[in-house]
């Protein structure tokens, strides 16, 4: 079956400009994440969704940054005014349940470079 | 705080054995994950622990040992196809928190 896709898979922008980012989880999935890999980090947690449960936003470096799950599937990550430090591989993972051994299926990534 | 630890690279020869480490401090615990990420590639997943013990899986196995805050990945038989990053990641409720990945180059 089809795995989890994002879009774009690159994305170049101008420092100022606003981006979405679009997320399609695995059909059936509940749990979704929302992650940014910068060169040489490990993966960053940014927003998780699961359900129709409010989303946990911890992650979130700056209010520049929000997400949104319509009908509990296709998620999109805005980041708004962006600047050169939001420069990244940002990753959505989708997975069964947001407990227990219920491993997280990534997707490829959308690479932003903000110039 | 979070800290999740694993060394930055490793090396190691076609057909050997490796290890790779990974210390924990996290405020709380709900299993171990470790995903293999090569590069430009997306993390896929490898192995989960949530009780003490090894889980064998083929060429990899891993560790946990909860009171110590300490995990290991083994790879045996080792192919040159296994050179990536290994990522250690924590789950505390529902996240998980990663390590910054160990690289490991497999040579001839």
């Known amino acids: 079956g089809a795995g989890v896709s994002q879009s774009p898979s690159n994305k170049v922008t101008e420092k100022g400009k606003d981006v979405e980012l679009r997320c399609d989880p695995i059909?059936?999935?509940?749990?979704l994440y929302w992650y940014r890999q910068s060169l040489g980090q490990g993966l960053e947690f940014l927003i998780y969704?699961?359900?129709?449960?409010?989303?946990?936003k911890s992650g979130l470096p700056s209010d520049r940054f929000s997400a949104e799950r319509t009908g509990g599937s296709v998620s999109t990550l805005t980041i708004q005014r962006t600047q050169q430090e939001d420069s990244a591989v940002y990753l959505c993972a989708s997975s069964e349940q947001h407990r227990g051994s219920y491993e997280q299926y990534f997707g490829p990534g959308t690479r932003l470079t903000v110039t | 705080g979070q800290n999740i630890d694993q060394p930055t690279e490793m090396t190691a020869t076609e057909g050997a054995i490796v290890q790779i480490n990974c210390t924990y401090q996290?405020?709380?615990?709900?299993?171990l994950f470790w995903y293999q990420q090569h590069a430009g590639e997306a993390p896929t997943f490898l192995s989960y622990n949530v009780l003490d013990g090894l889980e064998e899986k083929g060429r990899f196995s891993s560790f946990l040992s909860r009171s110590k805050g300490y995990s290991y990945l083994l790879l045996k038989e080792l192919q040159m196809k296994d050179s990536a990053s290994y990522l250690c990641a924590v789950r505390e409720a529902s996240t998980l928190t990663f390590g910054k990945g160990t690289m490991l180059l497999v040579s001839p």
């Open positions: 996290t405020s709380g615990f709900n299993g």
């Open positions: 969704f699961q359900g129709n449960s409010a989303p946990d």
């Open positions: 059909s059936g999935h509940t749990a």
